[in-house]
């Protein structure tokens, strides 16, 4: 797993991982979806499910820090 979708791409392009998960919110993804390096293996075009992370126990990676998390009830 990595950091960001940048580094994600970088591990495909360096044959570390074998497939790159995008959310289409994400405001550069023109730059994935252009690219000539990879190729569009699908796309979800139905409302996907609520998404949960996971992380190992005693361990709080910093972006948690600026994590603001809404409840919904």
């Known amino acids: 797993m990595y950091n960001t979708y940048e580094d994600s791409y970088k591990g495909i392009l360096l044959g ?36 949960a992370i996971a992380i190992r126990q005693n361990f709080t990676p910093p972006f948690f820090l600026h994590l603001k998390i809404k409840k919904k009830y």
């Open 16 to 51: 570390e991982a074998d497939l790159l998960l995008v959310a289409n919110a994400y405001s550069k993804i023109d730059n994935f979806y252009m690219d000539e390096n990879i190729k569009l293996l699908m796309a979800f075009i139905e409302q996907t499910p609520p998404y």
